[in-house]
């Protein structure tokens, strides 16, 4: 078991052909449960986390889902690994900077539980592209499967009780994962933003709480958990995606119609500059990458080349360089190990065209 | 020197003066040599120390019998403690959930093999609702479909 499995098994976020879709990276759903009779996570005492812990991991791993999954305990990893993890959205920052909780992740990499983080298990479930439905009902399959086997704390009024008043009730959190370049180069995202708040959904950036939006890559997720059904969640995050990617679509036409030539040349710039740079900081390649993805999706570049912009965005990350090269490196020491895997994964790109979409 | 500022742990003179600008809210706290020592100054500890100075001065009121935790401590870490501290700070924590929920009243799923009875009232509510509604607009088809729908799901909830 070791997060170098991880990395190197296949999944559908970064290797599935055909799984990617243009505007939406992935879906999310997260549910936050506790199990009955014992102190939450931040106030237990180490004996009831470790008890928790066990019994968590006992039914967790005993689920289909979950047969030959990864188990691994937070306090026995080494920092850079933990940081994989994180990177791969597989565990949160909370979880990998304290040293009692732990995470299952099945063999696929599409469900990861989180155990002893704010709640007793924070399950999640993550499929490629915008999957909204399809998403859920594995989670909610899970959901039924452990409220089998743990008793769950659960009030009639209150619902599914949590550590924070700001999951209590469905304990739901479905995101969007979205590529809104055409938004941000048109200078809309403030306004979107904006927009988005107002109505109860959260912006945030690739990674999560207080992070930027590297790439153009913003998560969008509901905010209330209480009062609404799981149903009515859903149904509000998918309305504003779905206005989202058309809103994208329609700048992304709007710009390379009145940019034209200028629109391809960025593009095609990006390309040039990862297939031939010998130092690429994580934030710069983020951004080319970006220009990649948008030029796939615009016809500039074949569609099946996307999986692979994907791939590179989740590789390309500080941790990932480093645990691929099984070394602790300093920065420029990962700029170079990027660029060269870039230029590696770029080699046979074909060149930028024009947009056919 | 008038009045000099007394240490906030120890009541000695203080020499150490911190101030502390968190979301707007101002926290300002004095430390003797000593004390300031105690929680290394000039770092993160001291905020520390003052948090749990300023936070120890007021009296629980409510302590959960389950676990053990305070409304006090509720006020510092924004987190519950275990899953009856809902029912013991219930009451309290309404206001609360006013504000950053907007609803008090959980209206979705209940754990597998349960009754999912916030479901069944939210159900009942939008029935009796439609019921009116379509009595308003005189199709008694719907009106009497609807009516049966409410009657099952009160009977539902009543034989909890």
Not at chain 1, 77 to 92: N, Q
Not at chain 1, 316 to 333: I, M, N, T, W
Not at chain 2, 93 to 100: D, E, F, R, T
Request: aromatic share 4%.
């Amino acid at each position: 078991m070791s997060v170098q499995e991880i990395l190197a098994d296949e999944n559908e976020l970064t290797h599935l052909l055909g799984a990617q879709q243009a505007v939406v990276l992935s879906t999310r759903i997260r549910l936050a449960r506790n199990l009955e009779g014992f102190p939450f996570p931040g106030w237990a005492k180490p004996a009831h986390r470790k008890e928790v812990a066990e019994r968590c991991i006992d039914a967790l791993t005993k689920l289909p889902r979950f047969r030959k999954s990864h188990v691994f305990k937070m306090g026995d990893l080494p920092d850079l690994e933990r940081a994989v993890l994180v990177e791969r959205h597989l565990v949160s920052k909370e979880l990998a900077s304290g040293k009692s909780g732990a995470a299952v992740i099945s063999r696929d990499q599409t469900c990861s539980v989180m155990v002893n983080e704010e709640d007793h298990l924070r399950v999640q479930v993550v499929k490629a592209g915008w999957h909204l439905r399809g998403t859920w009902n594995i989670a909610e399959q899970l959901d039924d499967a452990l409220g089998a086997s743990l008793g769950l704390a659960f009030s009639d009024g209150l619902g599914f009780l949590t550590a924070c008043p700001t999951n209590v009730g469905t304990g739901l959190r479905a995101s969007a994962m979205v590529h809104l370049p055409g938004l941000c180069l048109a200078g809309h995202m403030e306004k979107v933003t904006r927009a988005l708040s107002q109505d109860g959904l959260a912006v945030r950036g690739w990674l999560g709480e207080g992070t930027e939006a590297a790439g153009n890559v913003f998560q969008i997720s509901n905010q209330q958990t209480l009062g609404l059904s799981e149903d009515a969640i859903l149904r509000h995050l998918g309305g504003w995606v779905k206005t989202l990617v058309d809103q994208e679509w329609n700048a992304r036409r709007k710009l390379a119609q009145e940019e034209g030539e200028r629109f391809v040349d960025r593009l095609a710039r990006s390309l040039g500059v990862l297939r031939s740079a010998r130092l690429l900081t994580s934030a710069e390649s983020m951004n080319m990458l970006s220009h990649l993805r948008l030029a796939c999706d615009m016809g500039c570049l074949p569609e099946e080349r996307r999986h692979v912009v994907d791939r590179l965005m989740i590789e390309g990350q500080p941790a990932h360089v480093q645990a691929r090269q099984g070394a602790e490196l300093d920065s420029d020491g990962r700029d170079s190990r990027r660029a060269a895997a870039i230029r590696e994964a770029l080699r046979d790109f074909p060149e930028v065209g024009p947009p056919t979409a | 020197m008038p009045n000099p500022l007394k240490c906030s742990v120890c009541d000695a003179v203080a020499t150490v003066h911190l101030t502390q600008i968190v979301q707007g809210k101002v926290t300002k706290v004095d430390f003797c040599e000593a004390c300031a020592a105690k929680g290394g100054a000039g770092d993160a500890a001291v905020f520390k120390l003052a948090e749990a100075v300023n936070a120890a001065a007021p009296a629980p009121a409510i302590t959960c019998p389950t676990c053990g935790f305070t409304d006090v401590e509720f006020r510092r870490r924004g987190r519950l403690g275990c899953p009856s501290c809902w029912e013991v700070f219930g009451v309290a924590l309404n206001g609360l959930l006013a504000k950053v929920q907007h609803e008090t009243q959980h209206v979705g799923r209940a754990p597998a093999g349960t009754v999912p009875v916030g479901q069944l009232r939210h159900r009942l509510l939008a029935a009796q609702q439609e019921m009116t509604a379509a009595i308003a607009a005189e199709d008694y088809e719907a009106a009497a479909k609807l009516r049966d729908e409410v009657a099952r799901i009160a009977a539902q909830l009543d034989a909890l």
